[in-house]
């Protein structure tokens, strides 16, 4: 009787006595922090993102993440901007991506905010920095339905690609076959590029100068040289041959996909930077088909592969008006620590890679730092942002990787590429400075050259061409 | 309270085991529904099964070759309405990768083609039961060697690992005898596949601690150096080498090699000249087809490699068993050996397992100087891997 009277009384107290203390120790909210990230497919939901969830247990931080539809970065920032929407952090990331000068531009107006700096935090990690920029890849199904053996110097490839054009090797009896595909995107897909590399070291990505490195040397413009214009005469051959891709000069990266994916089998080589540029991930057959060409020696055995020292991208910005600026850093400085950077190039660590115990080898050669389990780069995934976002991945990790086993892995092909292409890189890392008038110049001469609307073999041409500028 | 503990303590015990042997994927049962229901010993056409095969799904197969595109391609022209996906893996990752598709109850895999003389395959796939062999009546009949140890797991073509020599810079193969290979001179001009990362390597590099290969390296030892060879009591390659002349070898090899993740890398430094000589799965010969610059070392003292070979396998719990079956007949080359889906395999380096289908190879297998490896052996060797990582690390 006793303990019943007493058990409500208790149950009471109880209450109360949890209702103070809970009151006092009042859990704190997180803060939530607004970010934009632009939409990936290769992202399957932000909301459960490995990654997204990592960040948010490191910060403290609630990430509430919107998606970012548009494709133009500026316009959307100029919108973000004007109608004052509560957005804290912005990211970029794939084709999303913000030019110095743009940046520049929301900067200045006060939009971005800048602290000590720019503004912007980086993303460096995608690629191995400074390595070669543009990879011949070839069909070998049709060198072998043909006989022919992997082209290594002009002459050799240019046999090929003839042997390509009248032979029919996608045997279907039709004359569909696409020598050699481009696409007008960038010089990566424009295989004349390559193949001026045969002839004289050619760097459009830097105005085609080679930079003095000593005070008794001169820079040296190479597109005036008696090698380039023999180069451009063996490409223009090659042009007027129809072994060159005729619509390369107007053509999209988008089209020289399709060529190359097609299940018609219609192209017989082309150029890129990583072969993940144009094959398609999910598409090991077509991987399968192409390998790639080491550099061809030109006439006078001339061989070099251009170099490419990748300059870290725009990862992310803040608003400048956002209430949240110390979240904003703190979210932003923890993603680009080693640790974060090597969970949003790789993933989870213990489930999709580890670090190595020096047994590997990489894929680029040496031992290895990186045993990857599931190479999930560029796949759809809900690991990592895929490249989205700053990061800064030291290059011990992105060139001591692993291969993952699988033979279509692009990382792989791409480094066993690199490997045949890295004797042939200049010896200077420290390319010009572009100018871009000067490049569009150059590049309109190349492509009226190439096409015939110019005569290459025209003296008073070729004089007018290399005075031109400075006119 | 405690003698009825006792009592049901052994019926307990037993209980457990079961569960665990259950869980572990062991073969204890193998008369179960999919066993059943996939009809492995039935005499069936390939129109029967095309019939069957077009109300299934996607077939999945997980090879270690790349040349299964072809027969993919090929098959799918050969029965319109049938889709074939490929997952092209390296040997240890596709064991892990069908074992896991296993252990997580899937059936995201059909057909399983792996190199099958490492023994990883056999204890984890084929004794667990994970992959089933699936040999069609008329067909099996044809195989020089129906059964390789592995229950009816049939392997389709010969290869093997061994020495090539980069034929742009030597006219003939420059060595004799293997122990040549560790001369100062060809110090960082050897390539070959990391043997934790290949089966084929690591097959061909347990397998020279046999004792008949341990004997013939110590004869060539012999030969090569002009004295007897005996064991350095000073000298440790580690627990379970005992100090033997392949443990020798292979230090001294691994001092001299730069190690690679493919035989795919070893063509290529073969080719573009970086190495005289590399080991690399004999496959890879056709490439010289298309210009790439490398020989076979077919005759060398003791042997310049060993044999290996590829199984075709059934994925337990298939979906697409129909499907399965038409594609295992179409790749072995149907009932005559002359199908289509045999054709990607008959190239230079690839010998014929079939009685009725001769390979274009120059020279015969058993005419090439190659271990035969013991698969029982090779399991038995659990020190190996703690061999070759100490190499690696060092080296």
Known sequence: MKRTRLFPVIILVLIITGSLSGGCAKIQQPSVLRVAIPYSDKIQDVNTNYYIRWLEEKTGLDLDITLIRQTRPGEYLDALFSSGTDIDVVMFGGDFTLSDEELGAFTEAGDVYSGDGTGMYLNYGATARNRAGQILWINHEWLKKLQLSVPTNTEELEAVLLAFKNNDPNGNGKNDEIPLAGAVDDYAYEPYELILNSFVYNDPYHSRIIRAVSDSQSELQTAYTDEFREGLAFCRRLYEKGLLDRGMFDGNLSRLREMVNSPDDIVGAFTSDSVSDVIYQGNPEIMARFIHVAPLAGPDGVRNALYKADKPVCGAVINAHSKRIDEARLLLDTMMTEEASLIARYGERGVDWDYSEGSDVSIYGGASTIVTFNYIWNTSQNKHLNGIGPMNVPDKYLKGVTWNGINSDTEYIDGRAQMAYRDYLPGTADPYERDEELSAYLDGRVKEYITGSRDVSNEEDWKEFISGYDK | ?395
């Open chain 2, 1 to 395: 309270m405690r003698n009825r503990l006792l009592k049901i303590l052994p019926a307990l015990g037993v209980l457990i085991v079961a569960t665990l042997l259950a869980g572990c994927g062991s073969k204890t049962e193998v008369h179960d529904e999919w066993l059943e229901s996939a009809r492995l010993d039935a005499d069936e056409t390939p129109e029967e099964l095309y019939t069957q095969a077009l109300k299934e799904d996607v077939l999945i197969v997980y090879t270690v070759s790349t040349r299964l595109t072809e027969v993919k391609e090929s098959f799918e022209r050969e029965y319109p309405g049938l889709l074939v996906e490929i997952r092209d893996l390296r040997s240890p990752n596709l064991v892990s990768a069908v074992e896991e598709n296993y252990q997580k109850g899937g059936s995201d895999c059909d057909v399983v083609i792996c190199s099958d003389n490492s023994g990883d395959f056999k204890t984890r796939l084929a004794d667990t039961g994970i992959v089933t062999g699936y040999v069609p009546k008329d067909i099996g009949k044809h195989f020089k060697t129906a059964d390789n140890g592995q229950e009816g797991i049939l392997s389709f073509v010969y290869e093997a690992e061994m020495l090539f020599y980069n034929s742009a810079e030597y006219e003939s193969c420059p060595i004799e005898n293997i122990w040549e290979l560790t001369d100062e001179k060809y110090r960082n001009r050897i390539y070959m596949p990391n043997p934790l990362r290949s089966f084929s390597t690591y097959t061909l590099c347990t397998s020279m601690f046999q004792t008949e290969s341990e004997r013939a390296l110590e004869n060539a030892y012999r030969d090569y150096y002009g004295r007897e060879y005996t064991t350095d009591p000073k000298r440790s390659d580690g627990e379970g080498t005992q100090n033997s002349c392949a443990a020798l070898f292979w230090s001294r090899i691994a001092a001299s090699t730069v190690f690679t993740n493919s035989s795919d890398e070893v063509v290529e430094a073969l080719s573009n000249g970086n190495a005289d000589f590399g080991f690399l799965v004999s496959s890879k010969m056709r490439f010289s087809d298309i210009g790439f610059s490398m020989q076979p070392v077919y005759k060398l003292e003791p042997f310049s490699g060993c044999r290996t070979s590829y199984s075709v396998s059934l994925a337990r719990n298939s979906k697409n068993i129909n499907t399965a079956k038409l594609f295992i007949r179409y790749l072995l080359g149907g009932e005559d050996g002359k199908g289509e889906g045999r054709k990607p395999f008959d190239t230079l380096g690839t010998w014929s397992a079939r009685d009725d289908a001769p390979d274009g190879n120059p020279v015969a297998l058993e005419d090439i100087d190659l271990i035969i490896p013991d698969q029982d052996f090779i399991i038995k060797q659990d020190w190996t891997e703690e061999f070759w990582t100490r190499l690696l690390v060092k080296n």
